[in-house]
């Protein structure tokens, strides 16, 4: 799965621990985030320097906890919506502004997350001899970034020291020059701290993620529509903000939903959607993992998904650890959920098999994968400056 080989069985004499640097485009609450965040407070409780850059507000406070340690840098230059030509002069005016944080950081390696920022990292670090790690997060064949950005990408990625992707079939879209070194790295299935037990006579179906057309909430709401005069009890929650509130909502109203469905934004705290959750839908149209789906997982909700690209099926054995319905097909997916909402006794066993399959996406697991691509880089580095990196003995594979 892997061809970066990691020197092992050995712990490099050192003088001080290695710096590294992440790269976000924002700060908020999206599956990126979610992983750097995880990654960062990794890295700092080993007593690590690390750097946190995102182009975001200068005022912006991460919707992830961060260990103390971290150094965030907000840079500015958020990403809006812009002509063309305005939009390729703000780009080289981040690659700028994120080189000029390099050289002032210092940071030994530099690990960047999804394309466009990607890309600005790769054009950041030219010359500056250090080694980026690139990772996409969603699904490349699916998700366009446009023929601009998809030439830059065909141009730099060649550049940087390895590709992570979530799954193997997001690897492969990339020709064999894109992706020298390259490794798939899951999602890990994180247990928000408060999640409660699974309640048996609970009523409330939940979805999470942002507004937009990836996530197929227009399929949800109309699947919805179809069972919810025979389990009139039943309520609909779907967590998130984006750019298709207002056709939601519009789609709510035309249905008839206004008082069994709510949009209420995101969660005030991370995870904290699982606390009223009673069943959990992914509708998504296509994913780089699904995140979502491993957190209900791993507290322990039934869930249902559509068996999208990709993620879904890795995670879900069909009818025993989660439902997986044809990817857009609408009318499967309502009845899989009248099969749910009838069925107490498979929600049961569904919940009880879930929590079970995401013990291999543990957080100590996934982190540890990383930890091996990362340090991979560093023993190169360690005559550099006249000092040594301390790196891991560690030999676990993916």
């Known amino acids: 799965m892997m061809n970066m080989a990691l020197a092992r069985n050995a712990i490099v004499p050192c003088a001080r621990k290695p710096h590294v640097a992440f790269v976000l485009q924002g700060l908020g609450a999206g599956g990126s985030e979610h992983i750097v965040g995880l990654l960062c407070n ?33 840079l500015g ?30 940071p030994d390696i530099v690990v960047s997350f999804l394309t466009r920022t990607n890309i600005i990292s790769l054009l950041a670090s030219r010359g500056l001899d250090l080694p980026v790690i690139i990772s996409e997060r969603n699904n490349p064949a699916l998700q366009s970034v446009g023929p601009f950005w998809e030439r830059m990408r065909r141009w730099t990625y060649p550049r940087s020291y390895g590709l992570i992707t979530m799954t193997r079939g997001a690897m492969d879209y990339f020709h064999p020059r894109m992706r020298k070194r390259q490794k798939v790295i899951p999602n890990p299935a994180t247990l928000p701290a408060k999640a409660k037990a699974w309640r048996r006579d609970g009523r409330t179906m939940v979805a999470v993620g942002r507004l937009t057309a990836q996530k ?49 934004g995101v969660s005030a705290r991370p995870g904290g959607w699982i606390e009223d959750a009673d069943l959990f839908i992914l509708s998504s149209r296509f994913e780089g993992w699904g995140l979502v789906l ?83 880089a560093l023993p190169k580095l360690s005559d550099a400056d006249g000092s040594k990196l301390e790196v891991s003995a560690i030999s676990s594979e993916c």
Not at 50 to 69: G, H, K
């Open 42 to 74: 990794h890295f700092a409780a080993q007593s690590w320097t690390v750097t946190l850059f995102a182009f975001e507000d200068r005022a912006a406070r991460p919707y992830y906890p961060l260990d103390s340690a971290v150094r965030v840098m907000p």
């Open 216 to 264: 197929g909430f227009d399929r949800l709401l109309d699947a919805f529509a179809r069972i919810s005069s025979v389990h009139s009890d039943w309520r609909l929650v779907i967590w998130g903000e984006g750019a298709d509130r207002e056709a939601l909502e519009r789609q709510r109203h035309d249905l008839g939903l206004d008082d069994r469905v709510d949009l209420p």
């Open 77 to 106: 230059m958020k990403s809006r919506k812009m002509s063309s030509l305005a939009g390729l002069a703000t780009l080289w005016a981040r690659v700028r502004l994120l080189r000029k944080g390099f050289e002032v950081a210092g």
């Open 294 to 376: 491993g957190e209900a997982m791993a507290a322990g909700l039934p869930v249902i998904s559509y068996d999208c690209q990709w993620g879904p099926a890795e995670m879900i054995e069909h009818e025993q650890s989660g439902l997986l319905v044809p990817e857009g097909d609408i009318e499967a997916l309502a009845s899989g959920l009248d099969r749910l909402c009838a069925d107490e006794d498979l929600r049961a066993r569904l919940a009880l098999n879930a929590r079970a399959a995401m013990k291999r996406y543990s957080p100590e697991r996934i982190l540890q994968h990383w930890q091996q691509t990362i340090e991979e």
